[in-house]
């Protein structure tokens, strides 16, 4: 529970909470407050109001005596010296933070009554109002604005009341806009001690981020050298015009990397381990230049001793147009690489192994299907050559992945038409799903294609697009001619993919979190493919996606000329 004192803090315009002494920023103000006592806090609040009302009785002796002879007004000045009193004497500590506000409210009457009692040469009196208003508006609480236009109403109506005054054209005016004028004022009030308030607050805030700020910094130096000096990556910190700033200790002892400082990078190959990199092309020059990139892959090193590395750039913002740069990292993956090929290696070799029998077991059933005699088990043999076609079409995904090429026997063809029977083939699965299959396709889009290879890859997506759709929706295949283009896509409203899926969705085998949770039955292998298959034709693929919303995966091809 919030004390009293913390009350009268904010009644002078302070914030809930006194700020620690040695923050410059918080002013004398909070110097002042910072160092009292609760009971010394609300007298000062109330002090401004008690200082007047003695300059007030010092007029009344030089310029109206005669209203000192008069009982109320007596009365008035007396209740103006307890309420003081009060501040001075009652356990504000103990007190629950609203208590200040009686006080101020029991001033507006106070003032109210000294006014009434002191007559027309006192009417003045009304502007001291302000003080308990605007130290009631001041506070974060709301209501308080509420209770500073109570205390103001009846400071109006209390005191005439009492006194029995009739009604007359001046206190009716008064009653009336002295409450709309100081209601105005409170509002006022509130406002900007709110904003005074949040101010205070951030620049408070900043100075102790500051400090934590500061002594992190060194921390993090610390860290840093250590992290440079243990890691195992090649690091490379250039500038802006590609100098070198600083180099690890892994970059340096690295005996196909050390030497790439002292000649600003060159010496790397492409990846096809013969090509030399441009000079104004090689990772630091692109860093330096502000491009960012991950994982590129170059080889470097004699021709005995080749090493492979995943390079990577992230720029250093420059500040004021100073600064900059970029950081280099160099990750050795020719473990990786040679593993990668070993294993596609093996994979081309055992799939090509078992695509020699499954022909043959393809050949044999369909002999055994045409001979007669074989009625009764019909639906089995049939049940069998479905699924060892199924099992043949994935050794041969196998071999394209792996070998990263397709044989293709290019014909004319129209793409709209392989793109219309394969979308009426999927209909029947589409609906078993709940899903809507919407085409629109510009007829007609003649091209030179395989077209049984165009079919696959217009299949896989589809099959996709129904998978991933396991709640229903719809799915929309669209193919058009643009230039010199041929571009098909395929959409659909399923489960889509978040950014680090998408980025490895063409990598062979993968499946994400989510299509192994859900059990969707898949290999890794239709995207893979297809990505094949398009750029073996000269055309590019793409996927846009988001998690919950759907998935478009886009192809193009060359149109005919």
Known sequence: MKQAGEATVNAAGQGTAAAPPDLPVTGQLDGLFGGLGVRSRMVLSHLPLTVTVVFVVVAAVVFSPSALDDRQFQLALLAHAVLFAACLVLPWDRLRTEAFAVIAVLDC????????????PFNVMSLLLVFPVVWLAAQPRRYMVVLAIFGTVLSTVVPSVVAGSPPTSASMIRTIFLPLILSAVAVTAHLVA??????????????????????????KQRLLDAVLG????????????????????????DPALAALPGNAGNGLLLPDRATSVPADATPVARA????????????????????????????????????????????DVTTLIRALAAKDDFVSTVSHELRTPLTSILGYLELVLEEPGHEDIREELLVVHRNAGHLLALVNDLIAVASERVDLSLEEADLAQLVTEVVGAEVPKASLNGLRLDLDVEQPLPARVDPERIRQVVRNLLSNAVKYSPGGGHITVCARKSGGKLTCSVTDTGIGMDADEQEQAFTKFFRSARSRATAIPGAGLGLPVSKTIVEVHGGAISLASEPGKGTTVTFTLPAAS
């Open 230 to 253: 243990a890691v195992g990556i090649g690091v490379w910190v250039v500038d802006r015009n590609g100098g070198t700033v600083l180099t690890n200790k892994a970059l340096q002892a």
């Open 194 to 219: 709110g904003t005074i308030r949040r101010q205070r607050q951030r620049l408070v805030d900043k100075e102790h981020a500051l400090e934590v700020t500061l002594a992190e910094s060194v921390r």
């Open 288 to 331: 330096a230049a502000g491009v960012e990139f991950r994982d590129e892959l170059y080889w470097a090193g004699g021709p005995k001793e080749q090493h492979a590395y995943s390079v990577s750039a992230h720029g250093i913002p420059a500040r004021d147009g100073k600064d900059g740069g970029a950081v280099v990292t160099f990750v």
């Open 109 to 120: 009457l106070a003032i109210g009554f000294t006014r009434e009692a002191g007559g027309p």
